[in-house]
């Protein structure tokens, strides 16, 4: 079946680092790939998606891109800042119209100034 | 817009009891979705409904947890009777024909 796998937390970086939070998949078919946020005591929020290969999701910096051959869609920052703490969590949905998120275990980002 | 809105916001309650979640999807969508998120598992799906239907039910624990939406508006996930492993978040979502899911701000439940 469809699944998620992404890298284990936390992750701590100081302020203006480079982030690389990884994300592999596997599935059926062509499905769409996602990056949710959560930050403490709150719901989750679309960061950015991609819906084929080789396109490039982005927003507030952070970016990723659906890689077809490695089953992959890492997410990246150039420049971390202390409001980006949050948990990060990489999720698929298949191609089949109105079907459900499957979602990775999550990664904590913890920036420190 | 208004978004997906949970309610209670947070819930603290006796083992045995029954507790009702509550949940109105964003306007329109036809997709709703239950989740729930513990530090052990993460975010586990539970069920989900298309155009009110549902569709998979197999993430729901056991027969203690029911769920239902008798109309495109209005969902409830009902535990009856509560455990403490119950404790969680429990997320509703929406979406219209598959495209991005959106999350309320969940439901905070503590089982005592």
């Known amino acids: 079946g469809n699944s998620v796998t992404q890298m284990e937390g936390p992750v701590t970086l100081s302020e203006e680092a480079f982030l690389t939070i990884n994300c592999t998949y596997t599935a059926t078919g062509y499905p769409s790939l996602f990056w949710y946020v959560q930050y403490p005591g709150e719901g989750l929020q679309l960061l950015l998606k991609a819906t084929k290969a080789d396109d490039k999701g982005s927003n507030k910096g952070f970016e990723a891109t659906y890689r077809k051959e490695t089953t992959s869609f890492h997410l990246e920052k150039g420049s971390v800042q202390v409001s980006d703490s949050a948990v990060y969590f990489c999720?698929?949905?298949?191609?089949?119209?109105?079907?459900?998120?499957?979602f990775g275990k999550g990664t904590t980002l913890s920036v420190s100034s | 817009d208004a978004g997906v809105i949970q309610s209670p916001r947070h819930e603290v309650t006796e083992m045995g009891q029954e507790v009702t979640l509550r949940c109105k999807p964003i306007s329109g969508h036809n997709s709703l979705f239950w989740y729930r998120q513990t530090m052990m598992r993460g975010l586990e799906l539970l069920i989900y409904?298309?155009?009110?239907?549902?569709?998979?039910d197999s993430g729901m624990p056991e027969d203690r947890f029911s769920a239902k939406m008798p109309n495109a508006s209005f969902s409830t996930l009902k535990i009856q009777p509560s455990e403490p492993r119950d404790s969680a978040v429990y997320f509703c979502?929406?979406?219209?024909?598959?495209?991005?899911?959106?999350f309320g701000e969940g439901s905070w439940l503590t089982v005592v």
């Open positions: 409904f298309n155009n009110n239907v549902p569709i998979d």
């Open positions: 999720a698929l949905m298949s191609n089949q119209a109105g079907t459900a998120l499957i």
């Open positions: 979502a929406s979406s219209w024909q598959g495209n991005t899911i959106y």
